[in-house]
């Protein structure tokens, strides 16, 4: 795992192989194998922007994967 400058990482399952570019904060997440965390990207403080992009549990754990993150970057 690599973690960039500034990135927050707080009660994080994070499997091998992610990079967290700069300024991202992630707030309980579970982060697949390969990820790559876009720059300034925030989870885990807004559960109705976590819900529209990740699948979030009944605890409020989001669960981040790379097909979830590019389908949000082709909206956006």
Do not use: C
Not at 8 to 20: F, K, R
Request: charged residues 30%; without cysteine; proline residues 3%.
């Amino acid at each position: 795992v690599r973690t960039n400058s500034y990135a927050v990482l707080d009660n994080a399952v994070v499997l091998p192989d992610v990079i967290v570019h700069r300024s991202a904060r992630l707030r309980n997440v579970v982060i697949d194998k390969g990820v790559v965390i876009p720059e300034g990207l925030v989870v885990g403080e807004d559960m109705d922007e976590d819900n529209a992009w990740f699948r979030v549990s009944e605890r409020g754990k989001v669960l981040i994967t790379q097909d979830m993150l590019d389908a949000r970057a082709a909206k956006l």
